[in-house]
């Protein structure tokens, strides 16, 4: 390391020591019950990510609404992150609240369907293009089912995915490659997976890699999000999605798109919107407005592939026709009423409409405050979407964050946007607009990250 990147990595340690500080003078209940926390959960709060937060730890939330939270130190947050995603609804959508209040007095779950199911599958289909639908309770889950399939049909056992991509707790999609070198994700520790047998990985944008990839006749399926939105933000060249269909479809390779994120697109996700044709489409999160729930669907050849292995019906084979992939609660009244609240009145035309003009407003102004101060930055808009990545142009594909990431600037940002009244993703820089969010909300960003940019732009951190 240079002398001038030993200075610059002190001073970001610095300002990340005052934010930490101001966070703590500023969370005394938080930190109470953080303290308490770990004594109960195995990493302190029920769900392990949700230490990940930069203050050092999570704000407690006492209650949240529309685009806010409030924490139980009596701070307001206006919030960007939404659950990282899962909140795209914005918090307690008053048609949410009420599906959910009147299922609830008549039953969660009878591993029966209620009518209200249909009307979501026919739903799904027309936002989505026509499919067989199957209800999961998470996109985890759907991914892991949709893998499954992908094997059953193909006979094969590899899954061919992207450098930097993340679908959730499925094995063979937690590996990346750094130096040029294939390895698990970055701190994820080795479960005695054996990757070599069940994974492939390429770099996004590289159709020639898939290609290469695709000729042994190995590969089951390929798994990928339209947009990568979990490692900053990798656009998608021109060209690549069709080309991926192509090559995918010659080699009989299951095709399937994670829509978990990019719902935020509009109300088919990128997929309607850019006509793509996966074999299995896959969504999560947002899609029953926080109470839990996935979604998968196959196309009419996929389906009638896996129909071939398992009939839809076969009464005489009931007690021992089962798919190899769980699901209890899936598929339960209750996040079926939810899930028609949020594709009825929730996620509709318009609302996508107002959540899109916000996100434009909130990427136009950080992107202006860019090229005023000459920052080394860049942000990407998608749909509600928007990035805000420490490096000048955007990446085309996993290495291009690894080279330029700026983990501690990144961290110092988390930290001074909680302080400052704004909650973001904690993993990177992402923000999302919802239904609720509002122009004031966009102002109040802007002038965080006007503030920010002042901060490490006269700290020589930028
Ligand atoms: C693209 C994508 N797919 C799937 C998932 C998994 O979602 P869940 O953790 O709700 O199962 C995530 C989570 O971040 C995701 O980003």
Same mark, same amino acid.
């Given at each position: ?126 936002r989505?293009?026509?499919? *067989?639908?199957? #209800?999961?309770?998470?996109?985890? +889950?759907?991914?892991? /089912?949709?893998?499954? !399939? =992908?094997?059953? &049909? ?112 509009g109300p088919g996700? *990128?997929?309607a #919107?850019?006509?793509?044709?996966? +074999?299995?489409?896959? /969504?999560?999160?947002? !899609? =029953?407005?926080? &109470? ?51 594709l009825?009145?929730?996620l509709t035309e318009p609302a996508y409409a107002g959540m899109f ?78 239904p ?27």
């Amino acid at each position: 390391m240079t002398p001038a990147t030993l200075a610059r990595a002190a001073t970001l340690e610095r300002l990340i020591e005052a934010e930490q500080a101001r966070f703590l003078r500023l969370h005394p209940r938080s930190a109470a019950a953080w303290r308490e926390g770990r004594r109960h959960f195995l990493y302190g709060a029920p769900s392990h990510w949700m230490r990940r937060w930069a203050g050092g730890f999570p704000v407690y939330i006492d209650t949240a609404q529309g685009a806010h939270v409030r924490d139980i130190d009596g701070r307001d947050y206006i919030d960007f992150c939404l659950g990282d995603t899962g909140a795209m609804c914005g918090h307690a959508p008053e048609a949410v609240t009420l599906a959910v209040t009147q299922q609830i007095g008549r039953g969660a779950t009878m591993m029966l369907p209620t009518e209200d199911s249909l009307w979501i599958g026919a739903e799904l289909s027309r936002r989505f293009g026509p499919r *067989y639908w199957t #209800l999961t309770t998470s996109a985890t +889950d759907a991914n892991r /089912a949709a893998i499954r !399939i =992908a094997r059953m &049909i193909t006979g094969r056992s590899k899954v061919l995915v992207f450098s930097g991509c993340y679908h959730g707790g499925v094995d063979e999609a937690h590996v990346e490659i750094r130096d040029g070198r294939v390895g698990l994700r970055n701190m994820i520790h080795p479960n005695a997976v054996d990757h070599d047998a069940v994974t492939k990985i390429v770099e996004f944008n590289d159709i020639a890699a898939v290609e290469a990839a695709l000729v042994a006749g190995d590969i089951a399926c390929v798994l990928t999000e339209p947009v990568m939105t979990n490692f900053g933000m990798i656009p998608v060249a021109d060209g690549f999605h069709k080309a991926l269909r192509d090559v995918t479809r010659r080699a009989g390779t299951v095709l399937i798109i994670d829509e978990t994120h990019t719902l935020s697109c509009g109300p088919g996700g *990128y997929t309607a #919107l850019h006509g793509l044709e996966p +074999d299995i489409l896959v /969504a999560g999160k947002a !899609i =029953a407005g926080g &109470i839990p729930a996935g979604i998968f669907g196959l196309d009419q050849v996929t389906a009638e592939r896996l129909w071939r292995i398992v009939p839809p019906v076969n009464p005489r084979q009931r007690q021992s026709a089962h798919l190899g992939f769980g699901g209890t609660l899936a598929g339960g009244a209750l996040a079926v009423a939810a899930m028609r609240a949020v594709l009825e009145e929730v996620l509709t035309e318009p609302a996508y409409a107002g959540m899109f003009s916000h996100a434009e407003r909130l990427a136009g102004r950080a992107r202006g405050l860019i090229a005023q101060n000459e920052l080394p930055w860049h942000v990407t808009q998608i749909g509600a979407r928007i990035e805000i990545m420490f490096m000048p142009s955007r990446p085309r594909n996993g290495a291009d964050v690894i080279a330029g990431r700026q983990p501690d600037l990144e961290t110092l940002m988390h930290a001074f946007y909680m302080n400052e009244g704004i909650l973001i993703t904690p993993f990177h820089g992402m923000l999302l607009t919802c239904p609720a969010t509002s122009s004031a909300d966009v102002d109040q960003h802007g002038d965080v990250f006007e503030r920010f940019g002042k901060l490490v732009g006269e700290a020589g951190v930028t």
